[in-house]
């Protein structure tokens, strides 16, 4: 008996031996190659630029992770147009396998992919874009991806001078930029990110950078978004020295795997948005086309005290005009009376830039001059019989700090004369 129970424990563990020596399943690894068009297919995606016949190509890098069905896999090696991944968490995915990248974008539910695409996107440190996403779908262990997006150029040039870019933001009337987006197939092993339909308003996105634009060289910014056919695209461009707001009235179309440019080769973020006019002052003085809080230029807008029409805040170096200022306004230029400017039945002065010296600080009596092609601006009466207004200047007086300067005018006369800061009057802005 103890001689039978021996054999049988030599034969156990000799079959035990013999199960610890068998092979054990290796993790799953996989090759992942990129779009291509034409000949550049050694790069982790390729986007035409149609204006230019180049192409934008972005490469591998060691560190990239993707999402494969439920998993996530990181890649070791990389070179230019393919990389190896290899799983970072345990477990393998089911043998039909659906690759997104980023993984932190992508989310596995139900045997689906879908991704999120980020409200802000941020300049990388090298190259175009950061995290350009991608997806894949194959019954094997390599994976040819597809981009899920296009690309928005914004290229950007300054008027005169330089300026530091800090955002780009973007929205649109009427498709989401951001968000999350279903991985939707057009049945040729083509996909693109289509934004998950919901109520309210379309999501935008922000694009984070610190880049300096001058006026010798364009300077381009890209921006990844969904394919579609955008209304509305409004642009808002942070700077240093102000905010512009931009809206394009066309539509906007952005195809995947396709860069689509818009240029602002001509910006001036100093003036901040708001519109001015160069009267030709010795100073070099630029005068704003509508008070402060005025929808028009024939609104007078809204008023306050001197304290806080001196706080208001247009961005860039705007700001309430000195007395000499507005003394160089009215001796700089010519001045005209109308009841009603360019048939909208408001008063006030239509200040001209001169055509003769001769013109300059006179008040009507000169013929020659038209709203509809001279240079102006356009002053509203701001009392409520249209029959004369009061502007406030930044200066205080030299005799009594509790009154400061104004523009006082009727339609024959016009003074700088102060009065108690505690008055209710308009601003019209000035910039250098």
């Not at 790069?43 to 060691?62: F, H, M, R």
Request: aromatic letters at 10%; proline letters at 4%.
């Amino acid at each position: 008996m103890k001689n039978r129970s021996f054999i049988l424990f030599l034969a156990l563990a000799s079959v035990l031996a013999g199960c610890a020596k068998e092979p054990q399943p290796a993790a799953l690894s996989f090759a992942a190659r990129a779009e291509s068009i034409g000949d550049d297919w050694r790069t982790k995606t390729v986007l035409a630029e149609d204006y230019s016949g180049q192409n934008i190509l972005i490469s591998w890098v060691n560190g990239d992770e993707l999402r494969i069905n439920q998993y996530v896999y990181t890649a070791s090696s990389a070179s230019g147009g393919t990389a190896r991944f290899t799983k970072t968490t345990t477990g393998d995915p089911s043998p039909v396998f659906k690759a997104c990248y980023p993984a932190s974008a992508a989310s596995w539910s139900g045997g689906n992919m879908s991704i999120v695409l980020p409200a802000t996107q941020t300049k990388p440190q090298s190259g175009l874009v950061s995290g350009f996403p991608m997806y894949a779908e194959s019954s094997t262990e390599n994976l040819s991806f597809r981009n899920l997006c296009g690309l928005l150029k914004i290229r950007l040039k300054a008027a005169s001078g330089t300026f530091n870019v800090t955002s780009i933001g973007l929205k649109s009337d009427n498709l989401s930029l951001s968000g999350q987006c279903d991985i939707v197939s057009d049945g040729a092993g083509v996909w693109k990110a289509s934004p998950t339909a919901g109520s309210g308003t379309p999501a935008g996105v922000q694009y984070s950078c610190s880049t300096t634009v001058d006026d010798a060289e364009v300077s381009d910014f890209y921006i990844y978004l969904p394919p579609g056919e955008y209304t509305g695209f409004d642009i808002t461009i942070t700077t240093d020295a102000g905010t512009v707001h931009k809206r394009a009235n066309k539509t906007v179309s952005v195809k995947r795997s396709r860069v689509t440019s818009i240029a602002f080769l001509s910006l001036d973020p100093h003036y901040a948005g708001h519109e001015y006019v160069d009267l030709g002052l010795p100073s070099k003085l630029k005068w704003a086309t509508k008070n402060v809080g005025a929808a028009s230029v024939t609104d007078r807008g809204t008023s306050d005290t001197w304290e806080n029409s001196l706080s208001f805040n247009w961005g860039g170096a705007w700001r309430v005009p000195t007395k000499d200022e507005i003394r160089e306004l009215c001796t700089q230029t010519y001045w005209q009376w109308t009841t009603s400017y360019n048939g909208t039945e408001a008063a006030g002065f239509i200040v001209y830039k001169t055509k003769s010296d001769s013109h300059k600080n006179k008040i009507g009596g000169v013929s020659g001059y038209d709203p509809a092609s001279d240079v102006h601006i356009f002053l509203p009466a701001t009392d409520d019989d249209h029959t004369q207004a009061n502007y406030w200047t930044s200066t205080t007086d030299a005799g009594d700090s509790s009154n400061a300067h104004r523009l006082y005018f009727t339609s024959r006369t016009r003074d700088y004369e102060s009065r108690s800061k505690a008055y209710i009057l308009f601003v019209r802005p000035v910039c250098p």
